[in-house]
């Protein structure tokens, strides 16, 4: 079975530095890759997802993610935070084999003060 | 509807009491998962349904917690017998079939238990 591993529970960072959010996952097959993001007092929504071809992904508010097989990492970065960014991100997985569940880690706090 | 709808926004229940906790879907999507998300933690999942297949339990924490489903319709979340320890906000989300296709949650129910 898969998992997700979301090694930073909390990450402050100031208004436009740099930030990268870590997710790690463990699978035997291949793997889609995902991040959603929790603003306050809002539901998930999908950021962005990795299904196949370029191993970079973007968003439309700056963010990117790339799928590194060799690291099985999907690491989140942006190169300048704004104070909107702060928010509650999870890494998710799912394969294409048996249940296809979506499987999630427990979630990084992006804290983004000015 | 456009969304997930989950029903009540909001529950307060003695402990004790039976609670039941209700998830639209998406119209057509055949997946429908239920996660339990408490105070400043993680996501974490409870029950899978994918279509008519058996669903996955495997993240119920107790046998005081039960789901149905009927079909690709309406899913209830019943737990027996609340604790405190149950008060967290319950989330539901669909999805069409498949591994790579993206969830769209709900706004969860918050439920306290007192």
């Known amino acids: 079975a898969q998992s997700v591993t979301q090694l930073d529970s909390q990450v402050p960072v100031f208004e436009e530095a740099p930030v990268e959010l870590r997710c790690n996952y463990s699978s035997s097959v291949s793997v889609y890759l995902f991040w959603y993001v929790q603003y306050p007092n809002q539901g998930l929504q999908l950021l962005l997802k990795y299904l196949s071809g370029s191993t970079l992904v973007e968003s439309i508010n700056g963010f990117e993610a790339e799928f590194n097989k060799s690291q099985t990492s999907f690491h989140l970065r942006k190169p300048s935070v704004h104070i909107s960014d702060t928010a509650e991100y999870f890494c998710a997985v799912s394969v294409d084999t048996g249940f296809q569940k979506l499987v999630f880690g427990t979630g990084t706090r992006l804290l983004v003060s000015p | 509807g456009a969304g997930v709808s989950q029903s009540p926004s909001n529950k307060v229940t003695e402990k004790g009491k039976d609670v039941e906790l209700r998830c639209d879907p998406i119209s057509g999507h055949t997946a429908l998962y239920w996660y339990r998300q408490r105070l400043g933690q993680g996501l974490e999942f409870l029950i899978y349904?994918?279509?008519?297949?058996?669903?996955?339990k495997s993240g119920l924490p107790s046998d005081r917690f039960s789901a149905e489903r009927t079909g690709e319709s309406v899913s209830t979340l019943t737990i027996q017998r609340t604790q405190q320890e149950d008060s967290a906000v319950y989330l539901c989300?669909?999805?069409?079939?498949?591994?790579?296709?993206?969830?769209?949650f709900g706004q969860g129910t918050r439920l306290t238990v007192v």
């Open positions: 989300a669909s999805s069409t079939s498949g591994a790579r296709t993206e969830a769209f």
């Open positions: 349904f994918q279509g008519n297949s058996a669903p996955d």
